[in-house]
């Protein structure tokens, strides 16, 4: 079954190392789970990585072969919604609705997002910010990305108001949509001369 860690599972403001029996060590350092299934874990890598670094997963049913993964200081990627084979970026409006074509998901509000409206985006691997927040930690206060980061939606830059660290792994980008035309719009989100995933959509309505 899957399992999110819930506020039972911290120590302090510190995330915890292990759920359900489940942890992980990169470079030999242990990283700070979130979530867990049968087929996925989500974890945060531990601060202050050598250039290469392993990846073992413990378990009760016992640990797995060593990866060799080389680190970099970004790996810019956009979340989605699930629906639709991941086809939208995870986004949603001032109001709380989310930036999706209707009846996406059911029994939640969805709607496009219109030229010159104000959108949030959610991603991660952005890379570093000012202040400084540990893996380790729960996010206080949002942290500012400390490297330029550039938005594109239909191939037309957007105007960023807010980019940074918003809780644990989890980056905001408050853009406002370009003046561009009806449709499924690409986004892009560059950083460090690295863009975020390809296909991957906005839908725009005017």
């Not at 789970?33 to 997963?57: C, F, G, H, R």
């Not at 949030?120 to 000012?130: D, I, N, R, V």
Request: glycine share 12%; aromatic share 8%; proline share 9%.
């Amino acid at each position: 079954a899957a399992l999110h860690a819930c506020a039972a599972d911290f120590v302090g403001s510190r995330l915890p190392t292990q759920l359900a029996g489940v942890s992980v060590r990169v470079g030999g350092e242990p990283a700070y789970v979130y979530y867990i299934s049968p087929t996925q874990i989500n974890v945060l890598a531990p601060d202050y990585l050598a250039e290469t670094v392993s990846v073992e997963v413990d378990t009760p049913n016992g640990r797995s072969n060593a990866v060799t993964v080389k680190r970099n200081p970004f790996s810019p990627a956009l979340f989605t919604f699930s629906q639709r084979g991941g086809r939208y970026a995870a986004s949603v409006h001032a109001d709380g609705a989310y930036v999706a074509p209707e009846g996406l998901i059911p029994g939640v509000t969805c709607r496009p997002a219109s030229p010159g409206e104000t959108i949030l985006l959610f991603g991660t691997g952005f890379g570093a910010t000012e202040p400084a927040s540990p893996s380790a930690e729960l996010i206080s206060q949002p942290a500012e990305l400390i490297a330029a980061s550039a938005i594109q939606m239909g191939g037309t830059a957007a105007t960023t108001h807010f980019a940074g660290l918003v809780a644990p792994g989890l980056y905001q980008f408050n853009v406002t949509v370009p003046d561009v035309g009806d449709g499924d719009l690409p986004v892009v989100v560059e950083i460090g001369g690295l863009g975020s995933q390809a296909n991957t959509y906005i839908p725009v309505r005017r």
